[in-house]
């Protein structure tokens, strides 16, 4: 990073600015609010390629960089001050990164399943995210069966 803010001219940007990892991003892969210098990376990036993460880093910065030199006059985020930094760093100016194949973002909200329905006739299980009292077993009602089904609820 020292790198790229010395090219930029702004050698102790990284001391004013705060730079944290994020939890809560899962969309994308960093954030930057150039005004109060703050910069959050998605915090599943830590089992990312450390090169990645540079250039995560990088994107986000030239943004604080780009409102520190510029201030007010830039008038589109990633327009000709923010793509001129990233050359400067020798990345190319990507708007938007993908995420790398095999590094899922954690899920926003996991559904919670914790209710098992289970016919003790056949053994049909279903998961739930709440406790189905009206769910019969369908092939047990076809024959013949009241096919009530027992509501076990799953560890917390
Ligand atoms: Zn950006
Ligand atoms: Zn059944």
Known sequence: MNRWLALWGVPD???KSTIEWSRRMTSSLGRSHPQTRLVRVAAYLKQADPALVEEVLCHEMAHVAAYAIHGGRIRRPHGPEWRQLMQT???PPKVRMAVPPGLAPP?????????LHLCLLCKM???????????RCARCRRNGF???LRIAKLGS
């Open 13 to 15: 940007l990284a001391e």
């Open 89 to 91: 760093a020798g990345y």
């Open 107 to 115: 899920k926003r909200k996991r559904t919670r399943r914790a209710y």
């Open 125 to 135: 299980t279903r998961l739930a995210g709440r406790a189905m009292r009206r769910w």
């Open 146 to 148: 009241d096919g009530k």
